[in-house]
């Protein structure tokens, strides 16, 4: 008897073990980390209503609006773990009007990161989801500051709003541009899709090293110029509004390259 209950103490003091042991190595415990978005436009802060800025054609424009979405975000460790955030738990609306939603506060199991991924936009599924399990910045019916299509049923994934003399009277007589971009893949029917996937090497600018009595923070610069000049030239002398259209497109390849990362805080 005494000899079953030693081998069963044994078995159980193993299990622990195990348990224990995977905790450390942080496939269980669950730490903060925070993604920090740094509007800029080029080598100046973003200063909404007062700034002036010029692409490289040589359009000056001021920024009055700046929103976008931001969602399903995973981080790799250096060991090849690949962490995805709970979608529920994954969808942020930047604003830079708003300090305060600068940050994407998530989540994940302690460890050394050393990669970065996440969506510009809201992905089909939550588009098409029950209206009940769009809480949050994604509720059509508030909380998300004009960024849901009524017309169309969707999200707007980023809007960039501003005034520019480069942008003819003839099309806005108070010179305004405006960028509402968005558009899932269709719901019935293929169609646009301007989500983009963007990708991030922490290694350069330094690892996210998570652990569970610290904060790491993720300090991302978001460069705004580069919706002008990135693999597309968007010139506001010619597409001042761009909205659910077929140049929008051009748009969304531009502010997939805004993003690069500054340092990390550990």
Known sequence: MKKCFSMIAATALLIFSIIGCSRKNGQDTLAPLSIE???IAGDQNLQL???VYKNTAGETYSVDVLQYYI???SL??????TYTVPQDSSYFLIREQDAQTRFANVRVPEGEYNRLAFMVGVDSLRNTMDIARRTGVLDPAGGMEGMYWDWNSGYIFFKMEGTSFAVPATIDAKQRFRFHIGGFGGYTAPSINNSRIVSIDLTAAGTAIVKEDTHSNIHLMVDVTKVFDGPSQVRLMNHSQVMFSDYSINIANNYATMFRHDHTEN
Do not use: Q
Not at 76 to 81: A, Q, V
């Open 37 to 39: 978005f740094d509007n």
């Open 49 to 51: 209503g007062t700034g």
């Open 71 to 73: 969602s399903n975000i």
């Open 76 to 81: 790799t460790r250096t060991d090849g773990f």
